[in-house]
């Protein structure tokens, strides 16, 4: 049985990880007969936003603590993480990738990725785990990882800024999975494209399904 570290970064799409990504994510790995466990970075989120108006909130939330809402309080903190421990990684979108996994969404190009969410992603690459990515994060793997082949969909602002990090872009549609073989990456768009939850449900098997393929 194949065994998925899944993070995420918050809940809610606009702050924090996209929940329909989180769970349908969660549900193709145990359809296609694997288990995951849950992780986020135990810190502060950058900001909180009202789902409704679209409007910044004045408070302050943490990462983990708003992820243990999608993990059902199964969660642990990134710190907890272990590479030898799992088959493969996998990271579903939301602004939280872009604003609390890194700062690509203020940066872009010029971002960096939070230590410890890098870290994961560098050692399982080291040892040629399966790294899937949906949504928006795939930036994180461009801002770790050199000359990767990879998708966000068609976003030109964010294809530029992909590429200027060495990331080769390939554009595609809903529930595409683009695999860079040499480098074990799995990239799909979501809902970087103007997508419906049956959509999101077909990216979130595809890319498991391929990782899945990978690992036998």
Do not use: W
Request: net charge negative; proline share 3%.
């Amino acid at each position: 049985m194949k065994k998925f570290a899944i993070i995420l970064s918050g809940c809610g799409v606009f702050d924090g990880a996209e929940i329909h990504e989180s769970t349908l994510s969660m549900l193709a790995v145990m359809m296609h007969g694997g288990v995951y466990e849950i992780f986020a970075p135990d810190i502060k989120q950058h900001h909180v936003i009202n789902h409704i108006t679209g409007e910044e909130m004045n408070e302050e939330r943490n990462v983990l603590i708003e992820s243990a809402r999608i993990a059902r309080g199964k969660i642990s903190p990134m710190s907890a993480f272990n590479a030898e421990e799992f088959d493969a990684l996998l990271i579903p979108g939301g602004f939280g990738a872009a604003k609390n996994l890194s700062d690509f969404a203020f940066k872009g190009a010029e971002a960096g990725v939070f230590i410890q969410v890098k870290d994961a992603i560098q050692e399982m690459h080291r040892i040629k785990k399966p790294i899937g990515a949906l949504c928006i994060s795939p930036a994180l793997i461009a801002l770790t990882l050199d000359n990767v082949d990879l998708t966000i969909g068609n976003d030109k602002g964010t294809i530029v800024a992909l590429e200027a990090l060495n990331a080769h872009h390939l554009e595609t549609s809903h529930g595409e999975v683009v695999h860079d073989k040499e480098e074990n990456i799995f990239t799909t768009p979501c809902y970087m494209l103007d997508a419906n939850i049956l959509e999101i449900a077909a990216g979130a098997d595809n890319i498991v399904k391929a990782m899945m393929e990978s690992l036998n």
